[in-house]
């Protein structure tokens, strides 16, 4: 993925789980106001496998892009900030973990992905100097996405917010792999893949009423060649179309600062994260 942005010139939000930018740790974390048993697949099945527990690699890579990628938090151990176990303590746990790790790669956070889109404690990202999440998605994935977009000809474009705690809501567009498996194999036997046109769809939209199309994928979505293709396919449109039109591709931290920024003035535009 980090190749294919490369080639194109796209720059990204990357949601980093904290956890990843550790050397080493004791699996315990006995100190920490996790649920009981959170850790415990670290403690016993991960035990002997570092490459799943560490990934200091991965974020270097995306540190030394030379793409102005930003470097944003998916919290440090992905805790589901909106579910009841999650409390307080534990949502600030995460989140002064993740900005201490930060600091010591000489990052700061600016933007946060909530795991599994699991929205909660925005209070506690205010409190810690966060300045836009990735909010929820009005359109749906999957078949019944593609129905709204074809079938109903509606808008995947969405409009940024500023929610009562001063936090710039950027909400999703696109999960532009929530159309997978058996249907994607015959859909793609008889058509082309339905994620490619739906994309292409928002990027025009976007170009054409100025608005904004928030696509995003976890990295570990891309595990076959035609995932690949899936990828180029829609940058290579997006690149046609920044070259055609004033469409720009922003990050997060850019989204928010051009909403609380007003003037600053509107740009048609297509944001990965």
Request: proline content about 4%; hydrophobic content about 40%; charged content about 30%.
């Amino acid at each position: 993925m980090l190749e294919l942005l490369d080639e194109f010139d796209v720059p990204a939000t990357w949601a980093v789980v904290g956890h990843l930018m550790l050397e080493d740790c004791d699996a315990d974390h006995a100190e920490y106001p996790a649920p009981d048993g959170w850790f415990d697949r670290e403690r016993t099945d991960w035990a002997d496998r570092k490459d799943l527990r560490f990934g200091r690699d991965l974020v270097r890579d995306i540190l030394e892009s030379d793409v102005a990628h930003e470097f944003a938090s998916h919290s440090f151990s992905h805790v589901l900030f909106g579910r009841p176990e999650t409390d307080r303590e534990l949502a600030i746990a995460e989140l002064e973990r993740s900005r201490e790790l930060a600091a010591e790669w000489d990052r700061s956070i600016d933007s946060f992905i909530y795991p599994r889109n699991s929205i909660g404690h925005r209070d506690v990202l205010a409190e810690y100097g966060i300045t836009a999440y990735r909010g929820s998605s009005p359109t749906r994935d999957g078949v019944r996405g593609v129905f709204d977009s074809t079938i109903r000809d509606r808008s995947m474009l969405v409009t940024p917010t500023v929610d009562e705690y001063g936090l710039v809501d950027v909400p999703a567009s696109m999960f532009l792999f929530g159309f997978e498996g058996p249907a994607r194999t015959v859909a793609e036997s008889i058509w082309e893949d339905p994620m490619v046109v739906l994309a292409r769809r928002g990027i025009d939209e976007a170009a054409r009423t100025d608005g904004l199309f928030h696509m995003w994928l976890h990295p570990n979505n891309l595990t076959h060649q035609r995932d690949d293709r899936r990828m180029r396919a829609i940058l290579s449109h997006l690149e046609r179309k920044r070259s055609e039109t004033d469409l720009t591709v922003e990050t997060m931290t850019e989204i928010a600062g051009r909403v609380t920024e007003p003037t600053m003035g509107e740009r048609a535009t297509a944001r990965w994260g």
